[in-house]
């Protein structure tokens, strides 16, 4: 059974901050690791990373994929309170419809 | 375009009742998903469709049935409800497989 294991739970910064969240996965027949935002509606998009692209960058928020270890990192500098959302990771396995595992998510609060 | 729509926003139904939770969506993206989002959760993935016609059970799909007639429609069927089925329901959709997902802003849903 593929899983997912994001640390930590939650966490709350200084605006300004930079911070670390954690993804470590179990698929099999890995085909990408996904990072979705999600403030009180629908997950947002945030980063795609496969074999072929293990390193993505947009902004302040970056990302690596260690498919050797298993897991993922998501990067936020310079943090400011619009970032405060559930952060979530998720992996696809190659099959029919690439189905998504989802992580519980880290919980991250930015205060002024 | 409007994306991936959902309709209704939120409900309460009793225990025993049906519903159908209505998603719409018109990139017409081949793949689309249903999930379940529990409080302080990961989402869950209950039904997809590869394509018009075509519908598979994902990891939690006791209690639910889905068709898909058309490219754009993706209903999602509770036949008894029961307070275990409480949850946010997200309805996602994707062009290919190496494209994100793309998610509707979700149905609350309370049984009682």
């Known amino acids: 059974e593929d899983k997912v294991v994001q640390s930590p739970l939650s966490l709350v910064v200084h605006e300004g901050d930079t911070v670390t969240l954690n993804c470590s996965y179990e698929?099999?027949?890995?085909?990408?690791l996904l990072w979705y935002k999600q403030e009180k509606k629908a997950p947002t998009f945030l980063f795609m990373l496969t074999s072929s692209g293990i390193e993505k960058k947009s902004g302040r928020l970056s990302s690596i994929l260690d498919k050797k270890e298993l897991f993922s990192i998501l990067n936020i500098t310079a943090t400011q309170t619009g970032d405060s959302a559930v952060y979530l990771c998720a992996v696809e396995a190659a099959g029919t419809a690439s189905k998504l595992t989802f992580g519980t998510g880290t919980r991250l609060q930015v205060t002024l | 375009n409007a994306g991936v729509t959902q309709t209704p926003k939120f409900r309460i139904l009793k225990i025993g009742q049906s519903m159908t939770l209505q998603c719409t969506q018109d990139?017409?993206?081949?793949?689309m998903y249903w999930y379940r989002q529990d409080p302080g959760m990961g989402l869950k993935l209950i039904y997809y469709s590869v394509g018009a016609g075509i519908t598979d059970k994902g990891e939690v799909p006791n209690g639910y049935n889905v068709s898909r007639s058309t490219t754009e429609d993706f209903p999602l069927r509770l036949e008894l409800a029961a307070p275990s089925q409480t949850s946010v329901y997200f309805c996602?959709?994707?062009?290919?497989?190496?494209?994100?997902?793309?998610f509707g802003p979700g149905t609350r849903l309370t049984v009682t």
């Open positions: 698929v099999t027949n890995f085909r990408s």
């Open positions: 996602a959709s994707r062009q290919g497989l190496r494209d994100e997902q793309y």
């Open positions: 990139m017409n993206h081949n793949y």
